[in-house]
């Protein structure tokens, strides 16, 4: 992808790109990982962080970009070694604790205090914290507004009467500090340092540093890239049940073993790997990027899902990705998703697209071998090919869209 394509998209201006994000798959493209001094970022500085603007250090910000125009950011906080104090997941919501409780009306306070800030879509999850906002035009040192905004709010909220207790509970002291335990989402208990509320009976804790340093914050300079990330926090607590939930979490499975799969290939999938049975009615889809119609597209792959295919591709092309974008919403539908390149060995972590088709049990995503492959225009043909080998090896067909119509590649029946 072109440096600049990706500039256009985001540009990714954190402390530590992506490290403390909780996974975000946001749909936007990310600069590279830059190195800044925390205390530009509302934090206090970091030793080993470079100065902007020196010879061999990396500028923060978008070159040439001028924030006092008006910027609108994705803002990521974590807290300090990763402790879920702020609550815990219970199916697709957030159930905060008293200390999450106040820190949501904190964030939500910050317009109020600093009104050149607006606030969109916000989620405080169990370790970390969402937000999208808005920072007025005609400002004259934007940045560093936000900066002092970020930082009062994490003064704030660590000053907060459950901030030093190690579940984000009132303390008691006729309760033992174990038992404040409760509240971490067990998935994440094997990474949390347990530390004694230092109210209770007989604790002589330190006091604890509630946040990490610094901030991350993606600039968003399209539309397309602030849908996505509005999507991505209001799905973020399903997202983190599917992931590290103890009966939904996705985990890879390998190798697959279909008839539709070429054995001697290996094959990772996740999910439901039942969608490449032999009973099941699988339809390959590719649309041109020159196709305009897009609407006749997804409504013709629409009458297909209703018939009982399940519908398979790479969605890449726009055509594509609106077709997927109706299945992941529409009751019912089925869909398979296969990579360009393998699927990591690290834990899965779904696109926000797919989101609620992976809590239905209504998608798969596989994905060849074990190596990165690059993407390119030989890659991507060679992907084609093989999604229409998969969907015509049993009962199913193969459709190509391009501005003249369909085309009915290959069937099986």
């Known amino acids: ?21 909780g996974g975000a798959s946001s749909g936007g493209a990310r600069a590279p990982t830059v190195r800044v001094p925390a205390a530009a970022s509302g934090g206090a500085s970091a030793p080993g962080l470079r100065v902007a603007g020196l010879r061999d250090g990396h500028s923060r910000r978008l070159a040439g970009w001028d924030y006092s125009k008006g910027a609108s950011f994705f803002i990521t906080l974590t807290l300090e070694e990763r402790r879920p104090l702020f609550g815990r997941i219970e199916g697709d919501k957030v159930a905060l604790s008293p200390l999450g409780q106040e820190v949501l009306a904190a964030l939500e306070a910050i317009p109020r205090f600093h009104p050149e800030i607006t606030l969109f879509g916000h ?21 560093k507004l936000l900066g002092r905004a970020i930082a009062g709010f994490k003064a704030y909220t660590t000053r907060l009467p459950y ?50 340093l610094g901030y991350h914050d993606h600039l968003c300079l399209s539309r397309e890239f602030i849908d996505s990330t509005e999507r ?3 799905y973020n607590p399903l997202k983190w049940e599917l992931m590290y939930g ?14 539709r799969l070429d054995l001697g290939a290996y094959w ?17 889809l590719r649309v041109s990027r020159s196709v305009t119609d897009i609407a006749s597209v997804v409504a013709r792959m629409e009458r297909a899902a209703d018939m009982g295919y399940v519908v398979m591709s790479g969605f890449i092309s726009k055509g594509e990705q609106a077709v997927r974008d109706m299945l992941c919403a529409k009751p019912g539908a089925k869909l398979i998703r296969v990579r360009p390149s393998c699927i990591p060995n690290a834990r899965f972590r779904p696109e926000s697209a797919y989101v609620r088709a992976f809590a239905e049990g209504r998608c798969l995503e596989i994905g060849r071998g074990n190596d990165e492959v690059a993407f390119g225009r030989g890659a991507c043909l060679d992907l084609n090919e093989e999604i229409i080998r998969i969907a015509t090896a049993e009962p199913g067909l193969a459709i190509y869209f391009t501005p003249q119509g369909a085309t009915k590649l290959a069937e099986h029946l």
């Open 1 to 21: 992808m072109n440096t600049r394509v990706v500039q256009a998209q985001c540009a990714c201006t954190s402390t530590s790109c992506g490290a403390a994000s």
């Open 123 to 143: 989620v405080v999850m169990p370790d970390h914290v969402h937000f999208n906002c808005h920072l007025a035009a005609g400002l004259p040192d934007p940045l």
């Open 163 to 212: 901030a030093q207790c190690a579940c984000g509970s009132a303390p008691a002291p006729e309760v033992e500090a174990q038992a404040h335990l409760a509240c971490a989402t067990s998935a994440y208990s094997a990474h949390t340092q347990l530390h004694s509320c230092a109210q209770s009976e007989g604790a002589s804790a330190p006091r604890l540093r509630l946040w990490r």
């Open 232 to 234: 991505y926090i209001a």
């Open 246 to 259: 103890v009966d939904r979490a996705l985990r890879v499975q390998e190798p697959l073993a279909s008839p």
């Open 268 to 284: 990772k999938g996740v999910e439901n790997t039942g969608l490449l049975g032999a009973n099941k009615k699988l339809v390959s």
